[in-house]
């Protein structure tokens, strides 16, 4: 599995996971799996429930990660199984 990146709103009640694809579609570019999830319990009691993925191209998605860090996420590490 791909390592992943995760991010986690204020409020902490929601989260968003960067993701790149391994797996190239005709070699044309590669791109990453933005997954947004809600948190449920206790974050770090369950896993989120994720709600949303969309694919982007990696400049893109360094893009969104950089917008979402200078608006208050922060990076945290996965830790429920």
């Not at 993925?53 to 893009?63: G, H, N, W």
Request: hydrophobic share 35%; net charge positive; charged share 30%.
């Amino acid at each position: 599995m791909p390592k992943s990146y995760w991010l986690i709103n204020s409020n902490r009640s929601e989260v968003k996971r960067f993701m790149k694809n391994d797996k190239s579609i005709d070699g044309v570019f590669e791109y990453m799996f933005i997954d947004t999830g809600k948190i449920v319990g206790g974050l770090g009691n369950k896993p989120p429930i994720m709600t949303n993925t969309v694919s982007v191209e990696i400049d893109l998605a360094r893009e969104i990660y950089q917008r979402l860090l200078s608006k208050g996420w922060r990076k945290i590490e996965k830790n429920w199984n």
